[in-house]
């Protein structure tokens, strides 16, 4: 029997931060962090790599797990264990190759083709959003609503399901009620006027 085999038993952390930069984390990991991805776009590759490494030795010292996104390959290279994949992403992404490594794998979804195309290649989590209107990016998608958090839950059935998209912590509370599993948010921590405090708040009600 092969390791994998207990992929469906993944368990996340109610709360998840994505960052750009990883000095973020000297200022937030202290908080008691437990969750938290990497999203750099647009950068040298040299860079991506430098800011994997960083981030991966502050995580480690503070007992928290850390996600590369999209840069599967340089989180294979680091030894990192988990990289998250856009539906773009999983064109070039070698998911068996990943898998055969031991790392693990979220997958976004927005749409029920693209949750089933997640689903067959049988991620540790599913990240369905936006669950609200989103400043982050400009989104094709219009906010996918509590229910369908209902929906997803129901259809994935013991894999973790990640909430994200427009979430403050009160609405990270209803979302974690309509089936979430854990609750993602980037600029409602970055943009705050004091990013440790809302991670505090947010650890808080999410428990």
Not at 51 to 60: G, K, N, P, T, Y
Not at 109 to 120: Q, W
Not at 183 to 202: G, I, K
Request: charge should be neutral; hydrophobic fraction near 40%.
């Amino acid at each position: 029997m092969n390791n994998h085999s207990s992929h469906s038993s993944t368990v996340l952390p109610r709360f998840y931060l994505i960052v750009d930069n990883a000095q973020w984390l000297e200022e937030l990991l202290p908080t008691g962090l437990k969750l938290v991805q990497l999203r750099i776009k647009d950068k040298p590759e040299s860079y991506v790599k430098s800011q994997i490494r960083l981030a991966q030795s502050l995580c480690e010292e503070a007992g928290c797990q850390l996600i590369v996104n999209d840069y599967w390959h340089l989180a294979a290279e680091a030894g990192c264990n988990y990289v998250h994949l856009g539906q773009g992403d999983l064109d070039t992404a070698d998911t068996l190759q990943l898998k055969a490594a031991g790392i693990k794998i979220g997958i976004s979804t927005h749409d029920r083709a693209e949750l089933d195309r997640a689903m067959a290649l049988e991620p540790d989590y599913i990240a369905l959003g936006p669950v609200y209107e989103t400043i982050l990016k400009k989104m094709e998608w219009r906010p996918q609503g509590l229910s369908k958090l209902t929906r997803w839950k129901s259809r994935i059935s013991t894999k973790p399901l990640v909430a994200i998209g427009g979430l403050t912590p009160q609405r990270g509370v209803l979302a974690l009620q309509a089936g979430a599993d854990s609750v993602c948010v980037v600029t409602d921590v970055l943009l705050h006027e004091n990013p440790a405090d809302r991670v505090r708040e947010w650890l808080s009600v999410t428990g």
